[in-house]
Protein backbone atom coordinates (compact mmCIF):
# COMPACT_ATOMS: atom_id res chain seq x y z
CA UNK A 1 0.00 0.00 0.00
CA UNK A 2 1.71 3.45 -0.72
CA UNK A 3 1.89 5.82 1.61
CA UNK A 4 -0.10 9.14 1.98
CA UNK A 5 3.81 10.60 2.11
CA UNK A 6 4.77 8.93 -1.40
CA UNK A 7 1.55 10.12 -2.77
CA UNK A 8 1.94 13.63 -2.02
CA UNK A 9 5.55 13.16 -3.59
CA UNK A 10 4.28 11.95 -6.94
CA UNK A 11 1.91 14.56 -6.95
CA UNK A 12 4.80 17.26 -6.61
CA UNK A 13 6.69 15.20 -9.11
CA UNK A 14 3.80 15.63 -11.64
CA UNK A 15 3.42 19.10 -11.71
CA UNK A 16 6.94 20.15 -10.90
CA UNK A 17 7.29 21.36 -14.40
CA UNK A 18 5.40 22.66 -17.57
CA UNK A 19 4.72 20.50 -20.56
CA UNK A 20 5.15 21.39 -24.09
CA UNK A 21 1.78 22.40 -25.62
CA UNK A 22 2.00 20.02 -28.33
CA UNK A 23 2.53 17.33 -26.04
CA UNK A 24 4.09 15.42 -28.37
CA UNK A 25 6.64 12.81 -27.79
CA UNK A 26 9.27 14.68 -27.31
CA UNK A 27 7.38 16.65 -24.74
CA UNK A 28 6.54 13.19 -22.93
CA UNK A 29 9.82 11.77 -22.79
CA UNK A 30 11.34 14.38 -21.34
CA UNK A 31 8.52 14.30 -18.75
CA UNK A 32 8.60 10.44 -18.42
CA UNK A 33 12.77 11.19 -17.45
CA UNK A 34 12.02 13.97 -15.06
CA UNK A 35 9.79 11.61 -13.38
CA UNK A 36 12.94 9.26 -12.94
CA UNK A 37 10.48 6.35 -15.01
CA UNK A 38 10.95 4.14 -17.89
CA UNK A 39 9.45 4.59 -21.25
CA UNK A 40 7.82 1.51 -23.13
CA UNK A 41 6.78 2.23 -26.89
CA UNK A 42 3.55 -0.45 -27.63
CA UNK A 43 2.86 -1.87 -30.86
CA UNK A 44 -1.11 -0.17 -30.45
CA UNK A 45 0.85 3.57 -30.55
CA UNK A 46 0.08 3.60 -26.56
CA UNK A 47 3.17 3.96 -23.92
CA UNK A 48 3.97 1.85 -21.07
CA UNK A 49 5.48 3.96 -18.30
CA UNK A 50 7.58 1.72 -15.50
CA UNK A 51 7.02 3.51 -12.31
CA UNK A 52 7.84 1.40 -9.74
CA UNK A 53 4.58 2.57 -7.75
CA UNK A 54 2.21 -0.27 -6.14
CA UNK A 55 -0.35 0.52 -8.49
CA UNK A 56 1.36 -0.77 -11.74
CA UNK A 57 2.75 0.77 -14.69
CA UNK A 58 1.42 4.28 -15.83
CA UNK A 59 0.25 4.25 -19.67
CA UNK A 60 0.61 8.00 -22.01
CA UNK A 61 -2.49 7.67 -24.51
CA UNK A 62 -2.52 8.90 -27.68
CA UNK A 63 -5.15 11.45 -29.43
CA UNK A 64 -7.15 9.39 -31.37
CA UNK A 65 -9.70 10.23 -33.75
CA UNK A 66 -12.78 10.05 -30.85
CA UNK A 67 -10.26 13.11 -28.90
CA UNK A 68 -9.00 14.85 -32.20
CA UNK A 69 -11.75 17.59 -31.92
CA UNK A 70 -10.89 18.85 -28.51
CA UNK A 71 -7.09 17.97 -28.78
CA UNK A 72 -6.31 19.40 -32.51
CA UNK A 73 -2.31 19.77 -31.72
CA UNK A 74 -2.01 17.27 -29.66
CA UNK A 75 -0.10 14.10 -29.87
CA UNK A 76 -0.80 12.38 -26.43
CA UNK A 77 -3.99 12.85 -24.00
CA UNK A 78 -3.33 12.28 -20.92
CA UNK A 79 -0.71 10.18 -18.49
CA UNK A 80 -2.64 7.65 -16.65
CA UNK A 81 -0.68 6.86 -13.30
CA UNK A 82 -2.27 4.04 -11.43
CA UNK A 83 -1.65 4.69 -7.38
CA UNK A 84 -2.40 1.60 -5.38
CA UNK A 85 -4.99 -1.51 -5.95
CA UNK A 86 -7.34 -1.69 -3.38
CA UNK A 87 -9.24 -5.03 -2.50
CA UNK A 88 -12.11 -4.82 -5.67
CA UNK A 89 -14.91 -4.59 -3.30
CA UNK A 90 -16.82 -1.27 -3.61
CA UNK A 91 -16.13 0.19 0.05
CA UNK A 92 -12.38 -0.58 -0.08
CA UNK A 93 -12.42 0.90 -3.31
CA UNK A 94 -14.18 4.10 -2.30
CA UNK A 95 -12.87 4.28 0.94
CA UNK A 96 -9.02 4.56 -1.02
CA UNK A 97 -10.11 6.73 -3.14
CA UNK A 98 -11.08 8.89 -0.51
CA UNK A 99 -7.28 8.50 1.12
CA UNK A 100 -5.79 9.06 -1.79
CA UNK A 101 -7.79 12.06 -2.22
CA UNK A 102 -6.99 13.47 0.99
CA UNK A 103 -3.50 13.08 0.42
CA UNK A 104 -3.90 15.23 -3.00
CA UNK A 105 -5.50 17.84 -1.01
CA UNK A 106 -3.02 18.67 1.59
CA UNK A 107 -0.35 19.12 -1.10
CA UNK A 108 -2.98 21.25 -3.58
CA UNK A 109 -5.70 22.64 -1.74
CA UNK A 110 -9.07 21.76 -2.55
CA UNK A 111 -10.16 20.36 -6.14
CA UNK A 112 -10.79 23.06 -8.50
CA UNK A 113 -13.58 20.93 -9.64
CA UNK A 114 -15.37 17.49 -8.17
CA UNK A 115 -17.72 15.27 -9.04
CA UNK A 116 -18.41 11.64 -10.90
CA UNK A 117 -18.07 11.00 -14.72
CA UNK A 118 -20.57 9.69 -17.07
CA UNK A 119 -19.98 6.25 -19.20
CA UNK A 120 -18.07 8.25 -22.04
CA UNK A 121 -14.75 10.29 -21.17
CA UNK A 122 -12.29 11.94 -23.28
CA UNK A 123 -10.64 8.54 -24.34
CA UNK A 124 -13.76 6.35 -25.31
CA UNK A 125 -16.53 4.55 -22.74
CA UNK A 126 -15.67 4.04 -19.87
CA UNK A 127 -17.28 0.44 -18.34
CA UNK A 128 -14.96 0.07 -15.57
CA UNK A 129 -15.69 0.66 -12.85
CA UNK A 130 -18.93 -0.60 -12.30
CA UNK A 131 -19.26 0.87 -8.29
CA UNK A 132 -18.87 4.61 -9.66
CA UNK A 133 -16.71 7.06 -11.43
CA UNK A 134 -15.75 9.76 -8.92
CA UNK A 135 -13.09 12.19 -10.03
CA UNK A 136 -11.35 15.36 -8.45
CA UNK A 137 -9.49 17.78 -10.68
CA UNK A 138 -7.12 20.34 -9.45
CA UNK A 139 -6.73 22.81 -12.11
CA UNK A 140 -2.97 24.19 -12.37
CA UNK A 141 -2.69 26.77 -14.84
CA UNK A 142 -2.16 24.64 -18.31
CA UNK A 143 -2.44 21.47 -16.95
CA UNK A 144 -4.90 19.40 -14.70
CA UNK A 145 -3.92 16.77 -12.09
CA UNK A 146 -7.30 14.43 -12.09
CA UNK A 147 -7.82 12.01 -9.36
CA UNK A 148 -10.27 9.18 -10.63
CA UNK A 149 -11.39 6.18 -10.02
CA UNK A 150 -9.85 3.56 -12.53
CA UNK A 151 -10.51 -0.41 -13.06
CA UNK A 152 -8.86 -1.34 -10.10
CA UNK A 153 -8.10 1.29 -8.56
CA UNK A 154 -7.86 5.29 -7.98
CA UNK A 155 -5.50 6.69 -11.07
CA UNK A 156 -3.51 10.35 -11.13
CA UNK A 157 -3.89 11.68 -14.70
CA UNK A 158 -1.68 14.68 -15.74
CA UNK A 159 -4.34 16.22 -18.56
CA UNK A 160 -4.41 19.36 -20.67
CA UNK A 161 -7.08 21.81 -18.66
CA UNK A 162 -8.68 22.99 -22.00
CA UNK A 163 -9.16 20.18 -23.59
CA UNK A 164 -10.99 18.47 -20.98
CA UNK A 165 -12.63 21.41 -20.09
CA UNK A 166 -13.81 21.72 -24.07
CA UNK A 167 -15.08 17.79 -24.35
CA UNK A 168 -17.19 18.74 -20.95
CA UNK A 169 -18.95 21.74 -22.27
CA UNK A 170 -20.03 19.57 -25.00
CA UNK A 171 -20.54 16.02 -24.46
CA UNK A 172 -19.69 15.29 -20.14
CA UNK A 173 -22.60 13.57 -18.00
CA UNK A 174 -22.62 12.91 -14.22
CA UNK A 175 -22.15 15.49 -12.33
CA UNK A 176 -19.73 17.91 -11.14
CA UNK A 177 -18.68 21.05 -8.63
CA UNK A 178 -16.96 24.09 -9.35
CA UNK A 179 -14.72 25.44 -6.16
CA UNK A 180 -16.75 27.96 -5.03
CA UNK A 181 -13.90 31.18 -6.56
CA UNK A 182 -12.67 29.24 -9.50
CA UNK A 183 -13.91 29.78 -13.12
CA UNK A 184 -16.93 28.21 -13.75
CA UNK A 185 -16.88 25.42 -15.89
CA UNK A 186 -19.80 24.89 -19.00
CA UNK A 187 -21.75 22.01 -19.11
CA UNK A 188 -24.18 20.16 -21.63
CA UNK A 189 -27.87 21.78 -21.00
CA UNK A 190 -30.19 18.50 -21.77
CA UNK A 191 -32.80 19.97 -19.32
CA UNK A 192 -36.48 18.10 -19.92
CA UNK A 193 -35.12 16.03 -22.84
CA UNK A 194 -36.52 12.39 -23.61
CA UNK A 195 -39.82 10.37 -21.81
CA UNK A 196 -40.37 9.35 -18.63
CA UNK A 197 -38.26 6.61 -19.24
CA UNK A 198 -35.51 8.49 -20.41
CA UNK A 199 -35.64 10.08 -16.66
CA UNK A 200 -36.10 6.93 -14.70
CA UNK A 201 -33.00 5.48 -16.79
CA UNK A 202 -30.80 8.83 -15.78
CA UNK A 203 -31.84 9.18 -12.22
CA UNK A 204 -31.63 5.12 -11.84
CA UNK A 205 -27.87 5.09 -13.11
CA UNK A 206 -27.19 8.60 -10.88
CA UNK A 207 -28.40 6.94 -8.16
CA UNK A 208 -27.46 3.25 -8.31
CA UNK A 209 -23.90 4.59 -7.88
CA UNK A 210 -23.97 8.07 -5.56
CA UNK A 211 -23.19 6.12 -2.34
CA UNK A 212 -20.14 5.06 -3.13
CA UNK A 213 -19.52 8.36 -5.20
CA UNK A 214 -20.41 10.35 -1.72
CA UNK A 215 -18.01 8.47 0.58
CA UNK A 216 -15.05 9.05 -2.67
CA UNK A 217 -15.14 12.20 -2.49
CA UNK A 218 -16.86 13.47 0.66
CA UNK A 219 -19.10 15.71 -0.76
CA UNK A 220 -22.78 15.37 1.05
CA UNK A 221 -25.89 15.39 -1.69
CA UNK A 222 -28.91 17.03 -0.14
CA UNK A 223 -31.29 17.36 -3.84
CA UNK A 224 -35.13 18.60 -3.05
CA UNK A 225 -37.12 17.67 -5.98
CA UNK A 226 -40.51 19.63 -7.02
CA UNK A 227 -43.04 18.67 -8.84
CA UNK A 228 -45.66 20.59 -11.29
CA UNK A 229 -49.40 18.71 -10.46
CA UNK A 230 -51.70 18.83 -13.35
CA UNK A 231 -54.75 19.05 -11.03
CA UNK A 232 -54.05 22.30 -9.38
CA UNK A 233 -50.74 23.63 -11.29
CA UNK A 234 -48.87 23.89 -8.71
CA UNK A 235 -45.40 22.71 -7.56
CA UNK A 236 -44.65 21.19 -4.09
CA UNK A 237 -41.91 19.41 -3.06
CA UNK A 238 -42.29 15.75 -3.77
CA UNK A 239 -39.06 13.74 -3.01
CA UNK A 240 -35.74 14.44 -1.11
CA UNK A 241 -32.78 12.69 -2.22
CA UNK A 242 -30.12 12.74 0.96
CA UNK A 243 -26.67 10.88 0.74
CA UNK A 244 -23.71 11.02 3.37
CA UNK A 245 -22.66 6.93 3.27
CA UNK A 246 -25.97 6.21 2.90
CA UNK A 247 -28.98 7.00 0.40
CA UNK A 248 -32.04 8.24 1.83
CA UNK A 249 -34.91 8.84 -0.57
CA UNK A 250 -37.80 11.30 0.84
CA UNK A 251 -41.59 10.88 0.34
CA UNK A 252 -43.61 14.45 1.50
CA UNK A 253 -47.05 13.32 -0.03
CA UNK A 254 -47.83 17.47 -0.08
CA UNK A 255 -50.89 18.52 -2.02
CA UNK A 256 -51.13 15.11 -4.11
CA UNK A 257 -54.19 13.50 -4.88
CA UNK A 258 -55.61 10.24 -3.05
CA UNK A 259 -54.39 7.66 -5.27
CA UNK A 260 -50.85 8.86 -4.02
CA UNK A 261 -51.20 9.40 -0.75
CA UNK A 262 -51.66 7.17 2.60
CA UNK A 263 -52.54 3.21 2.41
CA UNK A 264 -51.64 4.53 -1.70
CA UNK A 265 -48.24 5.48 -0.77
CA UNK A 266 -47.55 2.43 0.89
CA UNK A 267 -48.66 0.41 -1.58
CA UNK A 268 -46.19 2.33 -4.41
CA UNK A 269 -43.49 1.13 -2.03
CA UNK A 270 -43.19 3.67 0.26
CA UNK A 271 -42.10 3.32 3.74
CA UNK A 272 -42.77 5.50 6.82
CA UNK A 273 -39.85 7.24 8.34
CA UNK A 274 -40.43 6.14 11.25
CA UNK A 275 -39.42 2.55 10.98
CA UNK A 276 -35.69 3.72 10.57
CA UNK A 277 -33.34 4.19 13.55
CA UNK A 278 -33.63 7.11 15.49
CA UNK A 279 -30.89 9.50 14.42
CA UNK A 280 -30.12 7.52 11.30
CA UNK A 281 -29.42 11.29 9.01
CA UNK A 282 -28.06 14.44 11.04
CA UNK A 283 -30.66 16.40 12.08
CA UNK A 284 -29.93 19.37 9.67
CA UNK A 285 -30.12 16.77 6.69
CA UNK A 286 -33.63 15.45 7.90
CA UNK A 287 -36.85 17.41 6.58
CA UNK A 288 -38.78 15.03 8.85
CA UNK A 289 -41.47 13.79 5.59
CA UNK A 290 -43.53 11.03 6.13
CA UNK A 291 -42.02 8.33 3.88
CA UNK A 292 -38.49 7.66 3.64
CA UNK A 293 -36.70 4.74 1.75
CA UNK A 294 -32.86 3.89 3.05
CA UNK A 295 -31.16 2.12 -0.41
CA UNK A 296 -28.30 1.53 0.85
CA UNK A 297 -24.73 2.55 0.97
CA UNK A 298 -21.89 1.34 -1.23
CA UNK A 299 -22.16 -1.27 -3.10
CA UNK A 300 -26.19 -1.67 -3.11
CA UNK A 301 -26.34 -1.02 -7.22
CA UNK A 302 -30.03 -2.12 -7.85
CA UNK A 303 -31.11 -0.25 -4.86
CA UNK A 304 -30.83 3.12 -6.93
CA UNK A 305 -32.80 1.84 -10.00
CA UNK A 306 -35.72 0.60 -7.73
CA UNK A 307 -35.15 3.98 -5.91
CA UNK A 308 -35.78 5.61 -9.92
CA UNK A 309 -38.67 3.51 -10.54
CA UNK A 310 -40.77 4.35 -7.23
CA UNK A 311 -39.67 8.13 -7.43
CA UNK A 312 -41.42 7.72 -11.71
CA UNK A 313 -44.09 5.91 -10.81
CA UNK A 314 -45.14 7.92 -7.28
CA UNK A 315 -44.98 11.22 -9.85
CA UNK A 316 -47.55 9.95 -11.99
CA UNK A 317 -49.66 8.95 -9.57
CA UNK A 318 -49.26 12.35 -7.88
CA UNK A 319 -50.30 14.26 -10.95
CA UNK A 320 -47.12 15.26 -12.37
CA UNK A 321 -48.08 16.20 -16.26
CA UNK A 322 -44.59 15.44 -17.66
CA UNK A 323 -41.04 14.10 -17.39
CA UNK A 324 -40.41 17.34 -17.69
CA UNK A 325 -42.51 18.56 -15.09
CA UNK A 326 -40.43 17.00 -12.22
CA UNK A 327 -37.57 19.60 -11.06
CA UNK A 328 -34.70 19.74 -9.50
CA UNK A 329 -34.45 22.65 -6.37
CA UNK A 330 -31.82 25.04 -6.92
CA UNK A 331 -30.96 24.26 -3.18
CA UNK A 332 -29.06 21.18 -4.29
CA UNK A 333 -26.44 22.92 -6.48
CA UNK A 334 -25.16 24.71 -3.42
CA UNK A 335 -22.79 21.98 -1.12
CA UNK A 336 -20.06 24.13 0.17
CA UNK A 337 -17.49 24.34 -0.93
CA UNK A 338 -18.84 23.40 -4.42
CA UNK A 339 -21.47 24.78 -6.83
CA UNK A 340 -22.56 21.56 -8.67
CA UNK A 341 -24.60 20.76 -12.12
CA UNK A 342 -25.88 17.94 -13.00
CA UNK A 343 -26.19 17.15 -16.71
CA UNK A 344 -26.18 13.87 -16.72
CA UNK A 345 -29.98 14.43 -14.95
CA UNK A 346 -31.18 16.33 -17.79
CA UNK A 347 -33.78 17.89 -15.03
CA UNK A 348 -34.52 21.43 -15.54
CA UNK A 349 -33.04 22.92 -12.42
CA UNK A 350 -35.75 25.82 -10.43
Not at 23 to 34: F, N, P, Q, Y
Not at 90 to 95: G, Y
Not at 213 to 235: C, F, K, W
Amino acid sequence: MISSEDIGSVVRRLTAGSVGPGWSEHDMRALVDRLGWTWVAEPDGRVRVLTGLPGGDAELVPVDARARTYAPTQAYLELVVPVSRPAPEVRPQAEEFRRVADAVRRVCGEATYAGAAGFHGLAGFRMDPVWGRPFLRWRLGEVTVELRAGAGGPELVLQSSEVWESWFALAGEGFVGVLEGERPLDHPRWEGHGTWEDLELGLGGFLRTLAAETVATGIVQSMPLYGRLAHDNSGPLLFSITCTDRLYVDYTEYRVPEAASGANAAALGWTPREALPTGHLPADLDGGAPWRIDAGGPGDLQAGTAIASLIVRTARAAGVGSHSDLLLGGEAEFRSPYRIGFPGLRMTVV
